[in-house]
């Protein structure tokens, strides 16, 4: 077991929350620290993936970035899992729909995460392994999100490797009725079961590709609050 700090997160065990919460924008978790959290103090800073840990209705939270794509998902996860101590990690990032029915600021729940990815064959499973949030946290959520009277849909969504995707490949997952595609929610997924925690991905969508309806840059970064405030509700 290696050491802390790690080679990607500069603190040491305690100063993180038993429950993190991850945008993928370091912007975004600045932003959360900022207008959610009291006390809150920066406990990471490494390649500028900002961590902070503070209090949120005298509850202690902590939100960190997570950055782009799996691999870097895979990396700060599994180091806070594994490191650090921390229990659950929730993902709160943007998503672009794949379902018709949604639109740009709708919250999805993702729970699973199909994926196009090779990153469960680390494993060496005799099989396809199916990455899914942890009942507790997607449990916890939906009724939070009925409790506070959101519109949130709960379903799969596709983690994939690729932005620019050549293939075209969002239309054969509508046809499996998957509801959105992000980047990081498979890799969170297999991290927690493999270290036995928890895990949840909440979106936002921040995209349409079929309608071409999108989000500013400065949207995603700051206006996205439902999700944050779902999110910490659950803690």
Request: aromatic share 8%; proline share 4%; charged share 20%.
């Amino acid at each position: 077991m290696s050491k802390t700090p790690t080679p990607h997160i500069s603190c040491n065990k305690g100063d993180f929350a038993p429950t993190v919460l991850m945008p993928g924008d370091p912007l975004r978790a600045k932003f959360i620290a900022e207008t959610f959290l009291e006390d809150a103090k920066l406990v990471n800073n490494v390649r500028g993936i900002h961590g902070y840990t503070g209090k949120y209705k005298g509850k202690l939270v902590s939100v960190m970035a997570s950055g782009m794509g799996m691999p870097s998902m895979g990396i700060y996860s599994y180091e806070l899992f594994n490191f650090y101590d921390v229990e659950n990690i929730i993902r709160i990032g943007t998503a672009g729909a794949i379902d018709e029915s949604l639109h740009v600021k709708d919250v999805v729940i993702g729970m699973g995460a199909c994926t196009n990815s090779s990153y469960a064959d680390q494993y060496n499973l005799p099989g396809t392994y199916a990455p899914i949030a942890s009942y507790e946290l997607l449990e916890k959520a939906v009724a939070k999100a009925r409790g506070m009277k959101l519109n949130v849909k709960v379903g799969n969504v596709f983690t994939s490797d690729t932005f620019y995707d050549d293939a075209l490949s969002l239309v054969a997952w509508q046809k499996m009725h998957v509801l959105a595609v992000e980047m990081e929610a498979a890799a969170l997924y297999m991290n927690a079961a493999r270290a036995g925690k928890n895990a949840l991905c909440i979106c936002t969508i921040s995209d349409c590709p079929f309608t071409g309806e999108a989000a500013t840059s400065d949207e995603r970064q700051t206006s996205f609050t439902q999700m944050m405030e779902l999110a910490l509700a659950i803690v």
